[in-house]
Each structure stands twice: as C-alpha cells, then as structure tokens.
C-alpha cells in the first residue's frame, strides 16, 4: 500500500473528521462517568427493590445453592439474590447497547464499509464516532462488571475477570490512541448480540423455572432464548470471529511493515503489539465457551436434557 497521511487515511468528504490525538480523555472522561453512573444507579435501585422480596415479580426464585450464607432477614427465612438480578438487568440492557447497535451499524448502515477507507491504514487508524461509542461502552462496561464482579461470588470466577481486564485493556487502549477503532464495530458491538441472549440463559439458571411454571418463563427460554443464543454465540464468535481476526493481523502486518504505524502513530507502535497479543487469549476463551455450547447441542440432541 502507498504511505498516507493523516489527511489521506480519514479526512475525506464521506469520512469523519478525527479529533486532535491527546484529546481523548477530555472528550470521553465525562461520558464514561456518566454511563458508569448509570449503570450503578440502575444495579443500586433493582438490588434495594427487591432485596426482601421472596419471589421476583412474582415468580422469580432463586435456586437453593445460590442462597447460602446469602439471605437478607435476621430469621434467614428470606433469599431474593437481588444482587444477581440486578446485575443480569445492568448487563442486559448494556449488551443491548452494544450488541444492537453493533448489529445495527454493521447490517442495517453498513458501516464496516463506509466509514473508512477499505484499506489497511483507513481501518487500522480511521475515526468513526460510532465505532468509538461502541468502544466507550465496552470499557465502562468491562470495568464496572470486573468491579461489581468482586462482590458476587457467582461471578467472579478467574476465566470471567480475566475476560473483563481484557476487554477492557483493549478497548482502553484503542480508545486512548485511536488506534483500530473500526474493528469496534465487531469486537465491542456485533460480538456481543449473542450475550443479549446470554443474559436470559443466567437469569434461567440463578432463577429456574419451576416444574409447575405458569408463566411461560421455561417456554421462553427453552423454545427461543437458548437456541438464538448458540445460533448468534457459534456464528459471531464461533465463525466470525476469526475472520475479523484474520484480517486485524493482516491489517496491522501492513502498517507495521510500511513504516505507517511509526508515521501517524509516533511512540505508539507497542499499544498495537499489545492489542495484537491481547487477541490470542480473547480468542482462546471463544473457543473454550464454543466448546461448551456444543457439548450442551449435544447433550439436547442425545435427548439428555
């Protein structure tokens, strides 16, 4: 590829102007308050609500193994798990941010093809505001979820914040150098439609349906939820994935060998290195937690469960 400049790679008539580099933080500091402002706002008012409430919204209970050491009256009669309904509510509506719009500007704009020039630099240093929203989400997200995560013992398992440290290192730093910004667009947003369903699979298994169920709960999960999320899961992470994969390394392979990535990016050539080496772990849980779903596939075809 010919060498471009700064001008060349985004400032083009159909192309985002980019906002001066070192301004990032001033820019985005005081989104990233807010959302992560909202977020603990929401967990707060859903955990308090129902924090002594027997059943939620009147058929919710949580499993006997989840209530240990875990009810919220002094006659320990009570166990709302309130703090795992209020995180499944939090990160529901987040992956809905992410994984929609991601869905939306990738499918329904077609993003992934105009916001940027379609070459190795426009991809790899181009600004797309849209792309960069996605990625601000993604690292609030990721770090009030490692956050939070330390209080539930549910869900903080070393696999899932090693995940989030990642996340959001990754989005962090591409954020910070405005570097890969177009590949937020998969990594931070269409990766993320399979955990919208993700989020009702957890809320089945903390709140089971009763064998006696009446409010279609167990119909819903069974007959729509699970098989939408292995469908989404196999083929955005699954399949997906390593394509867009592929082609970030390929991308980056360019503007390390033609000088650009020193060029336009002057003492921020490691920040790519990294985001290159923070990609092989990431994909490796992809490939463990495709491993999972398929063994359960297998079990619902072997007529197991």
């Known amino acids: 590829e010919e060498a471009l400049s700064p001008t060349d790679v985004v400032q083009k008539p159909s192309f985002a102007n980019p906002p001066p580099l070192g301004s990032e933080w001033q820019r985005l500091a005081p989104r990233i308050l807010l959302i992560f402002s909202l977020q603990s706002i929401l967990y707060a008012a859903v955990y308090w609500y129902f924090k002594d409430s027997e059943t939620i919204l009147g058929f919710l209970r949580p499993a006997p ?32 941010v992410m994984g929609g719009y991601g869905f939306y500007t990738w499918y329904i704009q077609g993003l992934h093809r105009t916001s940027v020039p379609q070459t ?7 600004y797309v505001p849209q792309a960069e929203f996605i990625a601000t989400v993604c690292f609030t997200f990721q770090a009030w979820d490692f956050m939070i995560s330390l209080f539930i013992p549910e869900h903080r398992t070393p696999i899932m914040l090693t995940h989030h440290t990642l996340a959001a290192a990754v989005s962090l730093a591409g954020l910070h150098c405005q570097y890969l910004l177009w590949y937020s667009f998969y990594f931070f947003g269409l ?3 399979s955990s919208i369903f993700l989020v009702f699979m957890d809320l089945a298994k903390f709140f089971p349906p009763t064998d006696n169920d009446e409010s279609g709960f167990a119909a819903f999960i069974d ?10 899961f196999l083929f955005f992470r699954g399949i ?8 970030k390394y390929k991308d980056c392979r360019a503007i390390l060998q033609s000088g650009q990535a020193e060029k336009l990016r002057p003492g921020k050539t490691w920040v790519l290195y990294v985001l290159m080496g923070f990609n092989i772990p990431m994909g ?5 937690w495709c491993s999972l779903i398929l063994a359960e596939v297998k079990k619902l075809l072997e007529g197991e469960r």
């Open 191 to 193: 990766s993320e439609v």
């Open 223 to 232: 007959g729509l939820v699970a098989p939408l999320f292995a469908v989404t």
């Open 120 to 126: 190795a630099a426009g991809r790899c240093f181009g």
């Open 65 to 96: 193994e989840f209530c240990e050491n875990h009810t919220s009256n002094e006659d320990g009669s009570v166990c709302s798990r309130s703090d795992l309904l209020a995180f499944q509510v939090v990160s529901g509506l987040s992956f809905w």
């Open 240 to 247: 997906l994935w390593w394509r867009i994969t592929y082609l």
């Open 284 to 288: 490796l849980l992809q490939v463990y």
